[in-house]
């Protein structure tokens, strides 16, 4: 079975998921797939040895321009920039119906609206068409149904959420679980990529007389514990990110969908700043405040952050192994019979509420 996989590398959730995907896929015999992904420079793309052959489109982006979406950026990228609609729909015309028999698409433009206009059977698995479905009041506003429905117009999908809102396609989050090891305390892990450091140094200088904070971002290069006390600047890395997750206290981080995942899965404080503008973060953060899993700040708030530090609990929640099932599914499974899945695998999610050392 040839499986054309559509990856949006526009933020690092896609691409961590796909990276778990790709394994459990791989492990099936049945499945020989090819990769496409779109929404990045090409210098940007790091650690991609498990997605042999990629192609890489320059697809649809949303400009960002100091932690906000930039709309008349997004708008003159749409129209004259490398990211043009028109590009976007040339590399469209290039997939060839008879080279594949399925696609599976991560909220991917191109290979979206590729199945949809070439009748390729698909299915589309990410966090954002659980939006799609009726979820609680204000978490799914009408601007984010449309937008997410017109970037990826698939037919069939399935949405990941931390709760399924009695939603129809709604599963659990993929992520690979992150190893756990003891936690240090006091030390608070920090990614706030669409921020400005010098804003993120300054609004945790208050706290480093009790807390260490290790700070990843793209504007560090090299790593730095002495030059700020109680501020470890690390630059970016996942294996470095996966191991301080693992012993950190709690994380401070955009309310992107992955990174939340695993620090639910391991039972860790929370505390998200959506990117102003970003009305798929904005919901993801009155989804955590909603369920009572974390805490969320409309700004960079020295106030909200101290409140949190001080706070001793937070949620645990044990989700499955859904790469698996869905990876066992999408290649022999019935695309139209999703119940099933479903059941099982919010059956063996469990719920907890733990005490911080």
Request: charged share 25%; aromatic share 12%.
């Amino acid at each position: 079975m040839d499986i054309l996989y559509g990856v949006n590398a526009t933020g690092d959730g896609h691409t961590s998921r796909a990276r778990v995907m790709s394994v459990k896929l791989h492990r099936n015999g049945d499945a020989n797939l090819s990769y496409l992904f779109s929404g990045r420079a090409a210098k940007d793309y790091k650690d991609m040895g498990c997605f042999p052959d990629y192609q890489r489109c320059n697809g649809f982006v949303f400009v960002q321009k100091n932690g906000t979406i930039d709309r008349w950026g997004t708008f003159k990228e749409a129209l004259f920039g490398e990211h043009s609609l028109c590009q976007m729909f040339r590399d469209v015309a290039k997939v060839k119906s008879d080279d594949y028999d399925r696609i599976i698409t991560d909220f991917e433009p191109i290979t979206s609206y590729a199945a949809r206009l070439k009748s390729i059977p698909h299915i589309g698995i990410a966090h954002q068409y659980s939006f799609r479905h009726s979820l609680p009041e204000g978490l799914n506003p009408w601007r984010l149904r449309i937008m997410s429905t017109l970037f990826s117009p698939v037919k069939n999908h399935l949405g990941l959420h931390w709760d399924h809102f009695d939603g129809k396609d709604i599963l659990p989050p993929i992520f690979k679980a992150p190893k756990e090891g003891p936690i240090e305390k006091g030390m608070i892990l920090v990614y706030l990529g669409h921020e400005e450091l010098t804003d993120i140094q300054n609004l945790l200088r208050p706290f480093t007389n009790q807390y260490e904070f290790h700070i990843y971002h793209k504007d560090i290069e090299d790593y730095d514990d002495r030059s700020v006390p109680g501020l470890v600047f690390k630059p970016k890395s996942s294996l470095g990110f996966k191991y301080d997750m693992a012993h950190c206290e709690g994380l401070i981080t955009n309310a992107g969908f992955v990174a939340p995942s695993e620090m639910l899965h391991l039972g860790r404080k929370l505390l998200v700043k959506p990117v102003d503008g970003q009305i798929e973060q904005v919901s993801n953060a009155r989804a955590l405040e909603y369920l009572g899993y974390g805490r969320t700040m409309e700004t960079l708030d020295a106030n909200i952050v101290r409140h949190w530090l001080d706070e001793r609990f937070a949620a645990k929640v044990r989700f499955p192994d859904v790469a698996e099932a869905v990876a066992e599914w999408a290649v022999h499974g019935d695309f139209d019979y999703k119940d099933g899945l479903k059941r099982d695998l919010w059956y063996r999610t469990e719920v907890h509420r733990v005490l911080m050392p």
